[in-house]
């Protein structure tokens, strides 16, 4: 059964946020169209993040700087559900594809505009990175350790947890409020705003506290135990025993039962101590050692495993979250699954992402533009 069957979306996104959020919506059923600016290189060959990203979608290449383009965009938002968009505020409008525009053609269209700062507020021109976003958030002001620079997160935080997956979640919204009213709506997401959002525990007490958290003053950025512990061999393990009986299931593990009692210690004196003898205690084993060790222990207790690792590791493999997808050549090619399990759905991979524009021919014949113009678009560069 495919959840979002029928749901046609035309993606004008690009480089991370969009692209994910519309391949969650692929992955869901839904139809995706990527609406992309011809390219001048000759390379068909597909990379692998963008053989991930765009997986299951179709490709249009359009140049939409000239008229006849912007006219075929017209013609599919008849026969479409939402648009989502990844540009600077105003760049749809001077297009001629802004959402005012594109509702007089369908009543019904869900318009979602995701950008750095949104579309409103003196910074909603301004360019920026998920570092960026991040950093303006208030997080990483409370993150990492005293007298060190606010850590490098490996991946994109604002962006994904952020951006794209707001974007999905206000976009099915729309979409529930459509088939009970039959309205459309648009949609303004910043991934600052979704940022400033996360700060779920922390920015709470603020608002009502005043007191600012800093690093390694709150419960899960170093105040406490809870952290990453490096052992004998320079791997680490993580440690989240928060309640009781998995901090004594910790004490136990790491061969302290005596430090339990020290562990329940809310005195600042105490927490450091107990903390330094969990490291002290880290480093007289190695990782798999401790893994052992751990493995039959329910403490909250699990190793830093690299990416290679987890993607063998038992519980992945079982949950299947790594998958093969039809490639190029008939061959195929190993991707990250979606995680959205139900009773009555199993995702439905088409095929990795496709070159730029492979489906342009297709979805202009479509719309009942003849050959002889396609070739004239093509020889003009307004299409690949």
């Not at 989240?240 to 009692?261: A, H, M, V, W």
């Not at 063998?312 to 699954?337: S, W, Y």
Request: charge should be negative; include cysteine.
């Amino acid at each position: 059964m495919t959840l979002l069957k029928d749901l046609k979306i035309l993606d004008f996104s690009a480089l991370l946020p969009g692209p994910y959020a519309t391949m969650i919506l692929s992955d869901l059923g839904a139809d995706v169209l990527r609406v992309e600016a011809p390219s001048k290189s000759e390379d068909d060959s597909v990379s692998a993040k963008d053989g991930y990203l765009n997986r299951s979608k179709k490709s249009i290449a359009l140049n939409l700087k000239v008229p006849e383009t912007v006219e075929v965009v017209k013609q599919l938002v008849q026969d479409y559900d939402i648009v989502l968009e990844q540009f600077r505020p105003g760049v749809m409008d001077r297009l001629g594809l802004g959402y005012e525009v594109l509702k007089e053609i369908n009543p019904k269209l869900i318009y979602c505009s995701l950008t750095g700062f949104g579309q409103t507020g003196p910074y909603r021109r301004r360019p920026g990175h998920d570092n960026n976003y991040l950093a303006m958030s208030g997080i990483v002001s409370y993150s990492g350790q005293k007298g060190q620079a606010p850590p490098l997160i490996g991946t994109q935080v604002a962006d994904l947890a952020g951006g794209s997956m707001n974007s999905v979640i206000s976009i099915l919204a729309a979409f529930i409020h459509r088939e009970q009213t039959g309205e459309g709506q648009y949609i303004d997401i910043s991934m600052t705003d979704c940022a400033f959002a996360l700060n779920a525990l922390f920015g709470s007490e603020y608002l009502v506290s005043g007191v600012n958290p800093e690093q390694e003053s709150t419960l899960l950025n170093g105040g406490t135990f809870y952290d990453y512990y490096e052992t004998k061999d320079g791997r680490y393990i993580s440690v989240g025993s928060i309640e009781p009986q998995f901090r004594k299931l910790l004490c136990e593990g790491i061969g302290r039962s005596d430090l339990f009692e020290l562990s329940m210690s809310q005195k600042p004196g105490d927490e450091k101590n107990f903390k330094g003898a969990v490291q002290s205690a880290f480093l007289t084993k190695t990782f798999d050692e401790w893994n052992q060790i751990f493995g039959d222990l329910e403490a909250c207790v699990e190793p830093v495993l690299s990416f290679g690792e987890a993607a063998e590791h038992p519980q992945l493999k079982e949950r299947k979250m790594v998958v093969e997808v039809a490639g190029q050549n008939g061959k195929t090619v190993k991707q990250i699954a979606c995680p959205i399990k139900t009773s009555i759905f199993t995702p439905e991979y088409k095929h990795i992402g496709s070159i730029q524009g492979q489906d342009t021919n297709e979805i202009l014949k479509g719309l009942d533009i003849t050959d002889d113009t396609i070739a004239e678009w093509r020889n003009r560069g307004i299409i690949n």
